[in-house]
């Protein structure tokens, strides 16, 4: 009887990252998709390993963050003003995993390393706009 403690925390695990995992795809869809499901404006196409292997190799916090403020042709939060970060965040994971890396959703450490780093760059922004 020990085992069915265990068993079902395994279970309650593996359906929160079925979780996570719906969540990113869902964004995707919803937002992401709409360029980088067809390579839209220079957006690197989900899937194509070669061109999301140098961004992958930047690393999850940094990609996740400065996509997040937006990057050349992307405009910020993927065009959706109400996207948290988190929820921006479920959306890398899955176009990165399609793409060739093996990311974890994030946790809350990631997700305020990659806060940190947005209210960093927002702040030398601000600090770089001509009045």
Known sequence: MNSLPAALL???LSLMSATAWADGQSTYQQVCAVCHGQGAAGAPKVG???????LIAE??????????????????????????VADFAEAVVYMANQSGANWKAPDADMLKKMEAR?????KAKAGNAKP
């Open 59 to 84: 690393g999850q916090v940094p990609l996740t963050a400065d996509g997040y403020m937006g990057v050349r042709a992307m405009p910020a939060k993927g065009g959706k003003a109400d996207l948290s």
């Open 10 to 12: 395994v279970f309650s």
């Open 48 to 54: 194509d390993a070669k061109a999301w292997k140098k």
């Open 118 to 122: 947005i209210a960093q760059k927002s």
